[in-house]
């Protein structure tokens, strides 16, 4: 079972730059979210997703774009990378209506310089 | 803004010797649940608990939801350097599917 899938695992931008960072799940879940994890301040929602052609926003949402297009899917777009947004970023998916339980990826190490 | 409070942040302690972790809040939840993250890998479920007073157990590990579903605590029997991670707990409510998690506790087993 591969679960959820994050790529890539590393990645150095520049500031200014845009990324796309990759989720893939096949469970057949709902519900797709996208967290992001600094140092003492735990994992903060940015975006999230209860179906395909349906998403909303989280705690943290300035500065990037999600789309939900297949119920597999659920990339997430830096627009223009900032130095803030270094961070390690999580991709969790769940069944949804009867269980929020969230299943993770391995995360995506963004560095912005 | 639900906020979840969780105690202590670093906890290191000696194989054998037993911890209780605590996750705290002023606002009720429909869940409950505990995730154990290890060194570059992502947070993987422990238990979900949905019911006021409910206890569940796991192993060494046994969880509470208190009473009015607004705090929750993990005690460790007997701790193994297996069990050394970053413990989360995250509370969910019945109107969404926003998690809300706490900033972690880092806990450290030495052999």
């Known amino acids: 079972n591969a679960g959820v899938t994050q790529t890539p695992k590393f990645q150095v931008l520049k500031t200014g730059q845009s990324m796309t960072l990759q989720c893939a799940q096949d469970m057949n879940h709902e519900y797709m979210s996208w967290y992001r994890q600094d140092p003492g301040m735990g994992l903060r929602l940015i975006h999230y997703?209860?179906?395909?052609?349906?998403?909303d926003q989280g705690e943290v949402p300035n500065g990037y774009n999600v789309s939900r297009s297949t119920t597999e899917d659920f990339p997430l777009r830096l627009l223009s990378a900032a130095p803030s947004q270094t961070s390690v970023y999580f991709c969790?998916?769940?069944?949804?209506?009867?269980?929020?339980?969230?299943?993770f990826g391995d995360g995506t190490r963004l560095s912005i310089l | 803004t639900q906020l979840l409070e969780q105690s202590p942040q670093f906890l290191s302690i000696q194989e054998g010797e037993n911890l209780t972790v605590y996750c705290n809040s002023s606002s009720v939840f429909s869940s409950l649940q505990w995730y154990r993250q290890e060194p570059g890998e992502g947070p993987v479920l422990l238990v979900t608990?949905?019911?006021?007073?409910e206890v569940k157990k796991l192993k060494r590990l046994t969880f509470q939801f208190g009473d009015a579903r607004k705090d929750s605590s993990l005690h460790i029997t007997a701790a193994q350097p297996g069990d050394t991670g970053l413990y989360l707990c995250?509370?969910?409510?019945?109107?969404?599917?926003?998690?809300?998690f706490g900033k972690g506790t880092l806990l450290t087993v030495n052999p």
């Open positions: 995250a509370g969910g409510t019945g109107s969404n599917y926003k998690l809300t």
């Open positions: 969790a998916s769940s069944p949804g209506q009867w269980s929020v339980a969230q299943h």
């Open positions: 608990v949905v019911t006021g007073g």
């Open positions: 997703s209860v179906g395909a052609g349906i998403t």
